[in-house]
């Protein structure tokens, strides 16, 4: 299965400031995905980032606030904007693959 | 929408069968049932998935109601290593792929 290297793995960031999450993956992959985790939940998708397209969003979540890029079919970054702590959470990328999805290990971002 | 219900927690001896079910009424006719688990601090790993039919691997057993309303995920010989949080998962067709709708997974405590 391939290997998902995300950075930072943790970060402690200010109210107001933005944090730009890495997502590096050591094959080819068509899609890629973007989780939350907040404390003590499930996984939610924030958006699907398919390479040479604009990224798709779920309910609830905007481009302005998460804008994706995705400039080749390796690499994918997520930008948390203007950061409160509400958006203190793990956010995690992860890839399609033939059998199934693999996960990184997420990055666990606290805002104060 | 979560499209699936797990019981919050469940305990189990080691050395024993650990049983996880899961509801999913609303399942359509194409859309597969995925089993991952996430231990403390890591991204979720891929456990087993199906569509209709029963299956195994060297990890699990997946056993899929003839209604396909339900599931059971089974770990043979749990052991402490299997403490984990279980999560169901719905894969959904959408109009660009495939993604993964999380449910609320279960903590599954082994115990010596």
């Known amino acids: 299965s391939a290997v998902i290297s995300q950075k930072p793995s943790r970060d402690i960031c200010q109210r107001g400031t933005s944090l730009t999450i890495q997502c590096q993956v050591d094959?080819?992959?068509?899609?890629m995905f973007w989780y939350r985790q907040q404390p003590g939940q499930s996984l939610t998708l924030i958006a699907t980032?398919?390479?040479?397209?604009?990224?798709?969003?779920e309910s609830g979540f905007v481009i302005d606030k998460f804008p994706i890029s995705r400039p080749n079919l390796t690499f994918s970054t997520l930008t948390v904007s203007n950061m409160s702590p509400e958006d203190s959470s793990i956010y995690l990328c992860?890839?399609?693959?033939?059998?199934?999805?693999?996960f990184g290990s997420g990055t666990r971002l606290t805002v104060v | 929408d979560a499209k699936t219900t797990q019981p919050p927690s469940m305990d189990c001896a080691e050395g024993r069968a650990a049983n996880l079910p899961c509801n999913h009424s609303?399942?359509?006719?194409?859309?597969?049932v995925y089993w991952y688990r996430q231990i403390h601090s890591q991204g979720p790993q891929y456990i087993i998935h199906?569509?209709?039919n029963n299956e195994t691997n060297e990890m699990a057993s997946l056993i899929i109601t003839e209604d396909r309303k339900s599931s059971t995920l089974i770990l043979p010989h749990a052991t402490l290593r299997d403490t984990a949080v279980y999560y169901c998962?719905?894969?959904?067709?959408?109009?660009?792929?495939?993604?993964?709708?999380f449910g609320a997974g279960t903590i599954l405590r082994v115990k010596s």
């Open positions: 998962i719905v894969r959904v067709a959408v109009e660009y792929g495939n993604k993964l709708v």
């Open positions: 094959s080819q992959v068509t899609m």
């Open positions: 199906g569509l209709k």
């Open positions: 609303t399942i359509s006719g194409n859309e597969y």
């Open positions: 992860s890839v399609a693959q033939t059998y199934g999805y693999t």
């Open positions: 980032a398919n390479q040479g397209s604009e990224a798709t969003y």
